[in-house]
């Protein structure tokens, strides 16, 4: 969009009523040009997630700021918002990004994990075809352990957040620790930074 009124940081907004198990945000680009989306849990909801962003955009608490906004171009898809894939090697195999889920099962993030993954996966090849060796499964079984030692501990846990914060009924509980969840995750501090 552009025409909206931004700040020059990253603004998240959680609550079930915004975003239904996900949050929604506004990225400032460049002068009154943004990025603005959300995202949802498809079994949250039984909207898709343009109508959820149509009513933040004309409900939230923020609305004015969209009041003379004009939408240059419209995006969406799907992210992978389980468990990194327990096995993710085969003969001639190692899969990364997506494919493998590796995506922040939190925030949906999935870029710097694909990146980051499809270093560690060139790199690990590199070596291994160096060495004289053959891509079966088992030697490429050596990628998925630096993977995990990298990436995987933390991928897990903050599944595992997740699935505690889903698994509560109450809206209103759930928002709070999303909130929460979220919030550490975003802060300079945090303990997930490039995750
Ligand atoms: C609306 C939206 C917003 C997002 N925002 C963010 C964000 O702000 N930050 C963030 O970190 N992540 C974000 N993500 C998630 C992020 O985009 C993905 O996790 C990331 O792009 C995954 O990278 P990838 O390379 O694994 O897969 P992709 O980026 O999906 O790349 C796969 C590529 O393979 C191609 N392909 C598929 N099938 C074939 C085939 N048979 N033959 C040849 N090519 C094929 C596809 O066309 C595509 O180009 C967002 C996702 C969506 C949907």
Excluded: C
């Excluded at 239904?20 to 989306?37: H, L, M, N, Q, T």
């Excluded at 939230?60 to 240059?72: E, Q, S, T, V």
């Excluded at 870029?111 to 891509?135: E, M, N, Q, Y």
Aim: glycine share 12%; aromatic share 10%; charged share 25%.
């Amino acid at each position: 969009m552009d025409g909206v009124a931004t700040e020059p940081l990253l603004e998240i907004v959680t609550g079930h009523q915004w975003a239904p198990g996900g949050y929604a945000w506004i990225f400032p680009k460049d002068g009154d040009y943004a990025e603005v989306g959300l995202g949802v849990i498809r079994t949250q909801t039984d909207r898709d997630a343009r109508w959820h962003l149509n009513h933040f955009i004309e409900n939230a608490f923020l609305k004015d700021r969209f009041a003379d906004m004009r939408i240059l171009e419209i995006q969406g898809g799907g992210v992978p918002l389980a468990s990194p894939l327990k096995k993710q090697v085969a003969d001639n195999l190692i899969l990364v990004g997506d494919a493998a889920r590796h995506v922040n099962p939190v925030t949906g993030g999935g870029i710097h994990t694909a990146l980051r993954s499809g270093v560690i996966a060139g790199h690990f090849l590199g070596d291994l075809l160096k060495a004289g060796r053959t891509p079966t499964a088992a030697n490429l079984g050596g990628y998925q352990e630096i993977w995990e030692a990298e990436m995987g501990k933390s991928m897990w846990q903050l599944y595992r957040h997740k699935r505690e914060i889903f698994r509560n009924r109450d809206l209103d509980v759930r928002n709070k620790l999303l909130y929460g969840i979220l919030s550490r995750y975003f802060s300079p501090e945090s303990e997930y930074r490039k995750v």
